[in-house]
């Protein structure tokens, strides 16, 4: 039968699917739309397929958090390049991504995955994302997720266009512009500054014996303490610990934006004390798009001549 240029319109519209795709797709089932979107869903998942081993490094951090501050997500979604990562018909199916995992009861990416995906439940969430990467042409991965919820306060930030995102939950009983301005500070904080800890109560002992062990065979081996006896290696060595814990401990961290040199618990102290509530910092969480991934560097005029090849 003969297919409108309506018709392939319609189905593009639908499915998001390349005009000659949808004209295929009508001409192989007689022009019936539900049986041409099941096919180029059969068809996305093959090309889906194919574009799997291509490694995905590239892509955004996005977080939601509820308009009452007590619930929050935040996922990493990647791509293969950096140029699809800035795409708005990426960004919108990550800020989806991004819902979903708010209220999700997914413990994993794989359970994640599995379940149906909210805005379509014909499908699930591991069918969108095959969908998607058929239709952008480009490898994607749901790499990772986390949610809070919160008896106390909590806000997100985002840096660079979704490079890096971050959510900050307080332990709070107050509310308000000023609470919510130092939150976020905290959370350009941790963007700027990646700590592994918020405090050092967070630290384990294991973690500081490991590390002072190091610093002492450090202190041996230099000439300068040749003759310097154990104990004051030791005594030396811990100064060398503390410093480095106030690098890696949030709330010892010096406040990047204080024009004196107070730490960050020092500034939320002193902004709890200035509203009079209780404020202090629970939990952070901080991802940066890629750190980990192995990044594919490739001649781009390569590829583009290998892809007119055919090959």
């Known amino acids: ?115 149906p995906w909210a805005l379509d439940t014909s499908m699930t969430v591991a069918d969108k994302l095959a969908a998607m990467i058929a239709k ?60 592994k800890y918020v405090s050092t109560d967070e630290v384990s002992e294991e973690y500081k014996q490991h590390e002072l062990e190091i610093l002492i065979a450090q202190a041996k081996n230099d000439p300068k303490n040749e003759k310097k006896p154990d104990n004051i290696i030791e005594k030396m060595v811990q100064g060398r610990l503390n410093k480095e814990l106030k690098e890696v401990c949030l709330l010892e961290q010096e406040y990047v934006k204080a024009e004196n040199k107070e730490t960050v618990a020092a500034y939320v102290a002193s902004v709890a004390k200035a509203c009079g509530c209780k404020l202090a910092i629970k939990k952070v969480v901080r991802f940066e798009t890629g750190e980990g991934l192995e990044k594919k560097n490739e001649d781009f005029a390569a590829e583009v001549a290998k892809q007119m090849s055919g090959n």
């Open 136 to 195: 952008i042409g480009e490898n994607m991965n749901i790499r990772r997720f986390e949610k809070i919820e919160s008896d106390g306060l909590i806000v997100s930030y985002i840096h660079a266009g979704g490079k890096i995102g971050v959510l900050v939950e307080a332990d709070t009983d107050g509310s308000g512009a000023e609470i919510e301005e130092c939150l976020k500070n905290v959370a350009m904080q941790v963007a700027a500054m990646n700590p």
């Open 1 to 115: 039968m003969a297919i409108s240029a309506a018709q392939v319109k319609e189905l593009r519209e639908m499915s998001g699917a390349g005009m000659m795709d949808c004209k295929k797709a009508l001409t192989e089932t007689d022009g019936d739309f539900d049986k041409a979107v099941e096919w180029l869903r059969e068809k996305g998942l093959a090309t889906a397929q194919k574009k799997a081993g291509r490694i995905a490094a590239e892509g955004i951090v996005a977080t939601t958090v509820s308009a009452d501050g007590k619930s929050a997500a935040i996922v990493e979604v990647n791509a293969e390049t950096d140029f699809v990562a800035k795409n708005d018909v990426f960004r919108d199916y990550v800020a989806e991504v991004c819902a979903q995992c708010q209220t999700t009861t997914a413990k994993d990416v794989e359970a994640f995955k599995a379940e």
